[in-house]
């Protein structure tokens, strides 16, 4: 290291021979600081969503680098947020990354006090099993008077308002191909 | 709004930076009210009589935008002779079922209709034990009340059909002419009475009248925005109406600046309407099948062709979507598989479902990003529900107190339920968050945007698009050879749709396209006007068809704002057709002009023969604006081209419902299900079509003057903060919104605080015939204690996002509220009466002594409050 370099490191040099003579930028900023780059910098790629909270639908841009959501950002190209998010939004990274996240399947058996593991492969054919059964079992063809019914009063579903339309159109078509019709969803509560 | 849509706010104060006065009118002071010119405090509850007061304030003064209100409103329409209002019955309308509590619309008719009425016995209840519980009068309140209304709801966005135009009086002077009649139904709500029910100052009610009509007509239009705190009452969509009615008045419908605009509170909450998760409707507003009136596709559909309008294309609707979902199966000859449809026989809205699972009847239930434990009215039968499943599918990010209920449940505490005593069996599948899946939500002003998936789900974790195409796929596995008939749907559904990545994703792009629908050759069809009722286009969701024109997600459309004109046509897609403002049509004047420079938007270029300007128009494109339809012609045809709103059977706007509400074809002010006030207009005082379930464990108080209404001597209501969301499972989980807003509290004004000596940080207990809880003490003096018929109200403000896990804990304000239905869409009333007191609350079995305690104090049984007319 010169003796230039050397002085030129002290902060008080900084502030008196350079542009920042109040000290509280360039001239207070140390070589670490110098060297931290935004996550946004750093992004491998940046995704474009939108916010998953309210019904403004305000843009986002996800950053991930190394597969993992690194940062969560408003889109200034959105015309109807022009960028901003409000404090949900804005944390919505911590939503995605969550440590409270469940990520494993939980089961708890009829009149168990515990959670147990369960396959996500045998969860799925355990509900399908189920809802064979429960449709066969409360079947209605017709009522008293003859009218068709074709329906099972016995499975019934309530959606929130965060799922996609393409997911909620899945739900339906399958639900009413299985005759189950007590399908709601938050838009009614 | 700053509140609950922060960012959407930036556009009202947009506005206001450009000279407009915003008004802001609601119980609580909020960062709305912080930035607005006027704040109106008023009774939550009331908003029927102050929005009246308006409509009496611009009828009473003709300050009405008299060449709109002739030429697109039905105010010329001529009403029937027997047609009676609250004025002439008390508080009912003509045709009230004291037995059935329901209407019979057949009086509210033009002159010379012939229109069947829903409400006169075509749809009867076939299912005399759908109601609650073991009580016959519940089955009964709970059946005939949803018949007509599971009716009235499935109407969607076109509205009720009617038959042929009606005589006019376009002078406005016939006595029955329609707007002679909503000037005396409104001529009531003078600045007086309205003062006198909301608690709002005579002078402060004339500010906003006249900032209102001084900034509607020709040159200056005025803007409603409500968030749905608005329809969470037993007369939630005649708020709704009472507003629509002041906004047709006005000439604030279809154009520029103005309109009603509903700020709805989740991402795809828009969507979730359009291609419905909800019982009564197939997507794009179709009606479900019932199963008496609709026994096959003709008697669906044949009466819409009738009428004018694009419902008269409903055939073309709804073979598309019987195409798309049963694919070759569909013919001509076997009715495009109608058949398989299952049908309703009355209210099956979730709190019907959930009343029924309580009392064993449901079996399974999908619980799919949604936690009624916390979320739900009366959230106590709710848990009562999920504990009397055989199972339940839990589908979250996190973990739900409607996951945990078993163990963690109140009811656990007070002794209610034992966790060894439950047998549901409980399976919790982990959710993909929205960036680790494509798809599109559908926000609040009917725009579809695409969300991109960024990464992988972690570990188990899945979209609910994988969860139900693998669902889907296994039971027709389990099926499959299967010669049951019942089962023939299945089997014959369209089901293939590719999948991608480590975990065998379905593409939700392909599920888009069935949405959007392709024509004979499979190729993606561009607008809804190309489906056709023999059956050789599909289309899964017909208002939808044209987000995937020219084989490109239209959706997906990311120009720049800045790149764009004012209205941004190339951001997202808005259906239907791309159209970012509905009915606007009525932007121009008859002829087809501009109302003004100022206002312009759409008109008619009569050079060119076709309809012009900043948006896609809403009309035939090349109708001319003086076209008259012969008598003969329906659907489209039947268009005049002097009627704006095209999706209604006679084009215009209806100041007067003739058909298609349940509970009257006007608004008129009923006090809350619950209130410790008489209603001040007449001796009925509740909605007498509203919804209730008699039983014990959803007890209601005595309201007004009867007694024991005193022993809940204060008015609560619910709503939200900035930092959380909904019945909290994305908020309540995370750090900084957990900080910002800790735990739960209620707010109460000083005077309140003084009479129940309540400390500020302290804690305090509410108390219902549901259940009490506890919560801290914010005393402030944005609560204000209200004159409401000459004597002081106090209302206790509570935010329902807490329940007792995640973060930031508390008990859920939904454990007060009962379940009193709005008639039209089976949506409870947020709004109770309640005691609030010093302290915490009692813990365990002594919680329920002190809550039977007030119950017997009050003579509280299950029929308190449930009355249908007013004794």
């Not at chain 2, 006595?175 to 002078?203: N, W």
């Not at chain 2, 963690?408 to 069996?425: K, L, Q, S, V």
């Not at chain 2, 309809?611 to 003969?632: A, K, L, M």
Request: hydrophobic share 35%; net charge negative; with cysteine.
């Amino acid at each position: 290291m010169g003796v230039r370099t050397w002085i030129e490191g002290w902060p008080a040099y900084r502030q008196l021979a350079g542009p920042d003579p109040l000290g509280r930028g360039v001239a207070a900023e140390s070589s670490g600081s110098r060297d931290l780059v935004a996550r946004t910098e750093q992004a491998d790629r940046v995704v474009r969503s939108i916010c998953p909270y309210c019904a403004v639908g305000c843009g986002q841009r996800v950053y991930v680098k190394d597969e993992q959501v690194t940062q969560i950002e408003g889109d200034p190209d959105s015309p109807i947020s022009r960028g901003r998010l409000c404090p949900k939004g804005s944390a919505s990274k911590s939503l995605v990354t969550s440590p409270a996240r469940v990520t494993k399947v939980r089961y708890r058996r009829p009149h168990g006090s515990e959670w147990e593991d369960l396959e996500l492969d045998t969860a799925v054919d355990m509900i399908a099993d189920r809802v064979v059964r429960t449709r066969r079992e409360t079947w209605q063809d017709t009522d008293d008077e003859g009218r068709v019914l074709r329906r099972t009063m016995g499975i019934a579903s309530l959606g929130g308002a965060t799922l996609d339309n393409e997911e909620n159109y899945l739900m339906k078509k399958l639900y009413t191909a299985l005759g189950a019709i007590q399908v709601e969803n938050q838009a009614r509560i | 709004m700053a509140e609950a849509h922060p960012v959407g706010f930036q556009w009202v104060m947009e506005a206001k930076k450009r000279g407009a006065t915003v008004i802001h009118v609601d119980p609580r002071f909020t960062r709305t009210s912080a930035l607005a010119d006027v704040y109106v405090s008023l009774r939550a509850g009331s908003d029927i009589a102050f929005l009246g007061g308006l409509v009496n304030y611009v009828l009473e003064n003709e300050l009405d935008f008299r060449e709109y209100v002739v030429a697109y409103t039905n105010a010329a329409a001529i009403l029937r002779e027997d047609y009676q209002g609250p004025d002439d019955l008390d508080g009912l309308f003509s045709g009230y079922d004291p037995d059935g509590r329901h209407y019979d619309s057949t009086t509210w008719q033009y002159e010379g209709a012939d229109t069947p009425s829903p409400g006169s016995g075509e749809m009867t209840e076939t299912e005399p034990a759908q109601g609650a519980g073991g009580d016959p009068s519940a089955s009964r309140v709970g059946g005939a009340a949803g018949r007509a209304a599971s009716y009235g709801d499935t109407h969607g966005s076109g509205g009720a059909a009617i038959t042929g135009k009606p005589r006019r009086d376009e002078t406005l002077q016939h006595p029955r002419c329609v707007y002679q009649v909503i000037k005396r139904h409104f001529a009531r709500y003078t600045p007086e009475v309205v003062s006198q029910v909301c608690g709002v100052p005579e002078d402060q009610f004339l500010r906003v009248a006249r900032e209102m009509t001084e900034n509607s007509g020709r040159e200056r239009t005025t803007a409603l925005c409500y968030a749905v705190g608005w329809t969470h009452h037993s007369v939630g969509a005649q708020y709704i109406r009472t507003a629509a009615i002041l906004q047709a008045l006005l000439g604030n419908i279809g154009r520029p600046g103005g309109g009603i605009l509903a700020l709805r509170g989740h991402a795809s909450i828009q969507g979730s309407t359009d291609i419905p998760t909800l019982f009564n409707l197939l997507p794009g507003y179709i009606p479900m099948p019932h199963a008496n009136a609709h026994p096959d596709l003709e008697s669906l559909v044949g009466d819409e062709e009738k009428q004018a309008g694009f419902w008269g294309n409903m055939r073309s609707y709804v073979v598309s979507l019987l195409k798309s979902w049963y694919g070759d199966a569909a013919t001509a000859d076997n009715d495009f598989c109608y058949g398989w449809l299952p049908r309703l026989t009355g209210n099956h809205g979730t709190y019907q479902t959930v009343a029924d699972m309580a009392d064993g009847k449901v079996k399974g239930y999908f619980l799919v990003g949604e936690n009624p434990a916390v979320g739900s009215a009366n959230a106590k039968m709710q848990r009562r529900g999920l504990a009397s499943l055989d199972w339940l599918v839990v589908r979250d990010l996190v973990m739900i107190e409607s996951a945990t209920f078993w163990r963690e449940a109140p009811e656990i505490e007070t002794g209610e339920m034992r966790t060894e005593d439950i047998a549901t069996e409980v399976f919790v599948l982990p959710a993909a968050a929205h960036t680790e899946k494509d798809g599109t939500f559908t926000n609040t002003q009917r725009l579809l945007q695409w969300h991109h998936k960024a990464v992988e789900p972690p570990d188990d974790a899945r979209s609910d698009l994988w969860f139900y195409f693998h669902l889907g796929r296994r039971i027709r596995e389990k099926l499959a050879g299967s010669t049951d008939e019942r089962d023939a749907p299945l089997l014959n559904l369209t089901w293939d749709y590719p999948t991608d990545g480590p975990t065998a994703d379905p593409s939700a792009d392909a599920v888009l396209r069935e949405i959007n629908g392709t024509g004979p050759d499979g190729s993606a069809l561009s607008a809804y006007t190309e489906l056709k009722a023999d059956g050789s286009t599909r289309s899964g969701c017909w208002i939808y068809c044209g987000v995937y024109a020219d084989e490109a997600n239209q959706a997906a459309r990311r120009k720049p704002g800045q790149e764009q004109t004012w209205v941004a046509p190339e951001w997202g897609w808005a259906w239907p057709a791309n159209r970012r403002m509905l009915y606007n049509r009525a932007a121009a004047d008859r002829d087809g002009n501009p109302w003004s420079e100022r206002k312009r938007y759409v008109w008619w270029d009569a050079k060119a023969g076709k309809w012009t300007g900043e948006d896609v128009p809403d009309f035939i494109p090349d109708r001319d604006p003086h076209y008259v339809p012969p008598e003969s012609a329906t659907g489209p045809d039947a268009i005049a081209g002097d009627d704006p709103f095209v999706m209604q059977t006679d084009g215009k706007a209806w100041l007067f419902a003739p058909q298609g509400v349940a509970d009257g074809p006007l608004p008129t002010h009923y006090e809350p299900p619950e209130s410790p006030v008489a209603n001040p207009l007449y001796r009925q005082q509740q909605n007498p079509a509203r919804e209730v379930y008699p039983r014990r464990d959803n007890l209601l108080h005595p309201s007004g003057a009867q007694p024991g209404s005193e022993v809940f001597p204060y008015v609560f209501t619910t709503y939200r903060v900035t930092e959380h969301h909904t019945a909290g499972g994305m908020s309540r989980t995370l750090p900084y919104l957990s900080e910002l807003q800790p735990e739960l509290f209620v707010e109460i004004s000083p005077a309140l605080a003084d009479e129940r000596k309540l400390q500020h940080l302290g804690w305090a207990t509410v108390v219902t015939a549901r259940t009490a809880i506890e919560a801290r003490v914010l005393v402030t003096d944005r609560m204000r204690p209200l004159t409401v018929d000459g004597r002081t109200v106090h209302q206790v403000g509570i935010p329902w996002h807490w329940g007792p896990g995640g973060l930031s804990r508390g008990d859920a304000a939904n454990d007060l509220v009962a379940v009193a239905l709005d008639p039209n869409v089976h949506i409870q009333d947020k709004v109770g009466s309640c005691d609030i007191r010093p302290g915490r609350r009692p813990r365990g079995p002594a919680l329920l002594e002190y809550v039977e305690e007030y119950r017997r104090r009050a003579g509280i049984t299950e029929l308190t409050g449930t009355e249908g007319v007013t004794p």
